[in-house]
């Protein structure tokens, strides 16, 4: 079975720096999606980025980008230039490429900006 | 069309009783996800649907859960004889065959008391 870890519970950043978020996941799959969704307090998860593993271009989405190390399973998020809208919840998540297959998630790290 | 849509968004319950959620997913998404979230914990995946067969249910789903979408559109998610242990977040989602990422609901919080 497929699983994924954060192991960074929680993470703080300055306003208008950067910060790394990690992800690591296991899988014998060789094509799968990987996913960082956002989860702010009492408010719906949003999508921040996702990468195909058949791509090696790391993708970008605006302050946000990855790190995507296939080889060893590893997928860090990077935000720059860090806005108090970022505080939230940060998910990694893992897709097969099955239809059937559903998200599996991280347990999550909690990202707070301070001023 | 604004998204997926959960209700209700709070529902506190007396400890045996059944409670019922529904999930309005975005109107051409054919792909359904039931979740659950505690607190601290990342989304455990419960259930999903295509249309409306469900074509997969997790072990965590007990013989206490039930879910279903009648017609392919909405979907319920009841849960009988509730326990102190089933206090989360619901979580549903939904997602088409031209998107890979799943779309969220703001979720159903429940608490059993």
């Known amino acids: 079975a497929q699983t994924v870890t954060q192991s960074q519970p929680e993470m703080s950043v300055q306003e208008a720096e950067t910060v790394t978020l990690s992800c690591t996941y296991d899988?014998?799959?060789?094509?799968?999606?990987l996913f960082w969704y956002k989860q702010p307090p009492s408010r719906q998860m949003i999508l921040v980025i996702r990468?195909?593993?058949?791509?090696?271009q790391n993708a970008t989405e605006n302050r946000f980008s990855v790190n995507f190390q296939k080889a060893a399973k590893s997928f860090s998020l990077k935000i720059s230039d860090s806005q108090l809208g970022d505080a939230a919840m940060y998910f990694c998540?893992?897709?097969?490429?099955?239809?059937?297959?559903?998200?599996?998630f991280g347990k999550g790290t909690r990202l707070s900006v301070i001023a | 069309d604004t998204g997926v849509s959960q209700n209700p968004r709070h529902k506190i319950t007396k400890r045996g009783q059944n409670v019922t959620f529904r999930c309005d997913p975005i109107?051409?998404?054919?792909?359904l996800y039931w979740y659950r979230q505690t607190l601290g914990q990342g989304p455990e995946f419960l259930t999903y649907?295509?249309?409306?067969?469900?074509?997969?249910k997790s072990r965590l789903l007990s013989d206490r859960f039930s879910a279903e979408r009648p017609k392919g559109s909405f979907s319920t998610l009841e849960i009988q004889r509730t326990e102190q242990g089933d206090s989360a977040m619901y979580l549903c989602?939904?997602?088409?065959?031209?998107?890979?990422?799943?779309?969220f609901g703001q979720g159903t919080r429940l608490t059993v008391v």
């Open positions: 989602a939904s997602s088409s065959q031209e998107f890979t990422e799943a779309f």
């Open positions: 899988t014998s799959e060789s094509d799968y999606y």
């Open positions: 990468q195909e593993a058949y791509k090696q």
């Open positions: 998540a893992y897709r097969g490429t099955s239809g059937n297959t559903p998200l599996v």
């Open positions: 109107s051409e998404h054919n792909r």
């Open positions: 649907f295509q249309n409306e067969a469900q074509l997969e």
